[in-house]
């Protein structure tokens, strides 16, 4: 599943081709993903001037001039294709530019969504409204992960990836960023010092720079707007590398939490 690196780096390709353009052709081309596409969506963005791309958490934002903001989520394997030789069955939006770009938004598992929002009020959307701080924000800090921590039995990998607790982490890189602070994953969060938070913080910020200098990380589909894939993975310290040797010699081990594989160093991480 593209993670926040993966989305930002998909938002930052995205501004360089739409960022300024009219949007001249508006085609969703099912009525539904994940949830149904709002059938208003053409009739409000055709001719619309987009005026900026942001993100927030996974989320993809395409704000524009008539003060709609369209919303995109990639789910599983969603990607954009840019200038497309052709279309595929599974492109399942296309926008054309008045300078002849196209973009295409291919989900073949259908697990992403589109949605349509007022810029005016769009951080009121229930999905934003849930949502913790930004990891790469001033609001994030040690201080906020010790109130959500606090007398909290459930393990830190768990809670970090609560999207109530901290918005857009993802399982590669908070078991890279449990890691870098020396925690073990499985560890009650409620029992860890807060001496290591802010070394923790610190390690989440900088494996997410880290990511979206690279790219992102490749994973199944996923792909960069210009086809480029993220190289990330090539950085991973015990993400995928079940049995390897860790920087100290003891071999990364692979555990299940919550249907999820947690990757980690028992000599490192205690």
């Not at 290591?196 to 707007?225: C, F, H, M």
Request: net charge positive.
């Amino acid at each position: 599943m593209p993670e926040l690196p993966e989305v930002e780096t998909t938002v930052r390709g995205l501004a360089s081709v739409l960022e300024g353009e009219v949007l001249v052709r508006v085609e969703p081309r099912r009525a539904d993903l994940r949830r149904p596409i709002p059938p208003d969506m053409r009739q409000r963005l055709t001719g619309a001037r987009v005026t900026g791309l942001r993100r927030r958490a996974k989320y993809g934002m395409v704000e524009t001039d008539r003060g709609d903001t369209l919303v995109f989520h990639l789910g599983m394997s969603g990607r954009w294709r840019v200038d497309p030789a052709e279309i595929e069955k599974h492109d399942h939006l296309i926008l054309e530019t008045a300078t002849g770009r196209l973009l295409a938004l291919n989900d073949h598992r259908r697990f992403g969504s589109l949605d349509l929002l007022r810029t005016e009020s769009a951080m009121d959307w229930p999905a934003f409204q849930a949502l913790g701080p930004e990891p790469l924000s001033d609001d994030f800090s040690a201080k906020v992960l010790a109130q959500a921590f606090a007398g909290r039995s459930a393990s830190i990998k768990s809670l970090l990836l609560d999207q109530r607790i901290v918005a857009g982490l993802g399982n590669i890189y908070v078991c890279e960023a449990l890691f870098m602070a020396g925690i073990k994953p499985n560890k009650p969060a409620g029992r860890v010092a807060k001496t290591r938070l802010e070394p923790l913080v610190v390690a989440i910020k900088n494996v997410l720079a880290s990511a979206i200098k690279a790219g992102g990380s490749t994973l199944r589909d996923y792909a960069q707007p210009d086809g480029e894939l993220g190289y990330f993975f090539k950085q991973w310290r015990v993400y995928g590398r079940e049995g390897e040797a860790c920087q100290c010699g003891q071999p990364v081990l692979r555990r299940i939490d919550g249907g999820r594989s947690t990757f980690y160093c028992p000599r490192c991480q205690r």
